[in-house]
C-alpha cells in the first residue's frame, strides 16, 4: 500500500533564502520553507478546463510567481487534483513543467492524489511506479520534519475516505516521533465548508483519523480541494487549505451560487517553526507595487542597533 519517496526526497533539507535568515524579531529564522500548492486540473492536449480556464498557462504564471520568491524550499507539496481527467498525458505535461522548476530550487516535490486523479496513472507518470489502485503515500524527512502524504481519494469517486489499511499505516508511522514534529499533506481537508457543494464530497468518518492522529507529534495538516484558500483546526491541529492554481471559487457570493472564476490564484509559503507553523498567501498577480523596500534597504537596518531600527522604522513623526 505504501509508496516510498521519489528518489533523493528522504532527508531533503534545502534551507531557506538568504532574506529568511535576518532575524529583526523575536524569533529564529524557520527551520523548513514548504511550498504549497494545490488543485493544478491539467488536462492532455491544454484543452480548456470547463472550456473556460487554460491550467497550463495559470500554472505557468504561479511558477514563475514561484520563483520570483527567490528562495531555497525543502519541498514543494501539491495537494491533489494534479490533472482533471487522470490522463497519462496530462500527467507527463505537469511532470515537464514541474521537474526542472524543482531541479532549479533543488527540492523535492510532493504529489498528492485528488479526487480528479487516477491512481494507475499518476504513479505510472509521476512516480515512475506500478500502475496499480494502491493508495499513493510516502514518508519525508525535512531536516527532521516528517512530512507524511495521505490518499483521501476514493476510486470512482470524488469525496474523500481513509481506508482502515491506511489508517492503521499513518497509526504505525506515528507511533515514534519525528525531532521537529510532522506535518500531514493530503488532499479533502478535514474541515467544514460553508459552500454545499463540497459538504457533500468531504472527507467522511472523520472522527477515524482523529483518534489516529490524537496525542501524536501531528503540527499541522497541509490540504487543497476547495479552491479557496481556508484555514481551522480539526482535533485542535490547525488545517491549512491552499487554493488552485487552476481557478478559485468566487467567494464574493451567496454559499449556494459560488462558482470558478479566472481569478484569485495563489500559493502558500509555509514557514516551520520550532513553536509555530506559518502558511502565507502568495498571490498570483501582476500588479504594480511600490519598491521602497529591498535588499539595500534590509542590509541598512540590519547594520543598526535595535534600538536605533526602532528609531528608523517605528517611530511616528511628531506632529
Ligand atoms: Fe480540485
Ligand atoms: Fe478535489
Known amino acids: 500500500m505504501v509508496t516510498t519517496p521519489p528518489p533523493g526526497a528522504a532527508g531533503a533539507s534545502g534551507g531557506v533564502g538568504p532574506a529568511a535568515s535576518v532575524q529583526f524579531g523575536q524569533y529564529p529564522p524557520a527551520r523548513q520553507t514548504i511550498l504549497h500548492l494545490s488543485d493544478t486540473h491539467l488536462l492532455a492536449g491544454n484543452v480548456p478546463l470547463g472550456g473556460r480556464y487554460d491550467t497550463a498557462a495559470n500554472l505557468r504564471r504561479t511558477l514563475v510567481a514561484v520563483e ?109 516521533p519525528a525531532p521537529h514534529g510532522t506535518l500531514l499533506a493530503m488532499h479533502h481537508p478535514p474541515l467544514p465548508s460553508h459552500i454545499p457543494l463540497f459538504d457533500i464530497l468531504e472527507l467522511r468518518d472523520q472522527s477515524r483519523l482523529a483518534r489516529v492522529i490524537a496525542g501524536t507529534d501531528v503540527r499541522g495538516i497541509l490540504a487543497g480541494h476547495l479552491h479557496y484558500s481556508t484555514s481551522g483546526t480539526f482535533a485542535g491541529i490547525p488545517v491549512s487549505v491552499a487554493a488552485a492554481t487552476c481557478y478559485t471559487m468566487d467567494l464574493a457570493r451567496p454559499a449556494a451560487e459560488v462558482n470558478g472564476m479566472d481569478a484569485g490564484q495563489s500559493f502558500h509559503l509555509v514557514h516551520v517553526y520550532d513553536d509555530t507553523i506559518t502558511h502565507a498567501v502568495v498571490p498570483v498577480v501582476d500588479a504594480e507595487t511600490g519598491e521602497y523596500f529591498s535588499a539595500a534597504w534590509v542590509e541598512r537596518m540590519a547594520a543598526l542597533t535595535p534600538a536605533e531600527r526602532l528609531e528608523a522604522f517605528s517611530r511616528k513623526p511628531k506632529r
Not at 86 to 99: N, Q, S, T
Not at 110 to 127: F, K, S, T, Y
Request: glycine share 10%; aromatic share 6%; hydrophobic share 40%.
Open 68 to 176: 520570483r520568491l527567490g528562495i531555497r524550499p525543502d519541498a514543494i507539496v501539491f495537494t491533489g487534483d494534479l490533472t482533471d481527467l487522470g490522463e497519462p498525458a496530462a500527467y507527463r505535461a505537469l511532470r515537464a513543467e514541474i521537474d526542472p522548476v524543482a531541479r532549479r530550487l533543488g527540492a523535492p516535490v510532493i504529489w498528492v492524489a485528488g479526487n480528479h486523479d487516477e491512481r494507475p496513472a499518476m504513479r505510472r507518470e509521476l512516480l515512475d511506479r506500478d500502475p496499480t489502485e494502491e493508495p499513493v503515500t510516502g514518508v519525508w524527512d525535512l531536516g527532521g520534519l516528517r512530512l507524511i502524504a495521505l490518499d483521501t481519494t476514493v476510486p470512482g469517486w470524488h469525496h474523500g475516505d481513509l481506508d482502515d489499511e491506511q489508517l492503521a499505516w499513518l497509526g504505525a508511522e506515528l507511533a515514534s
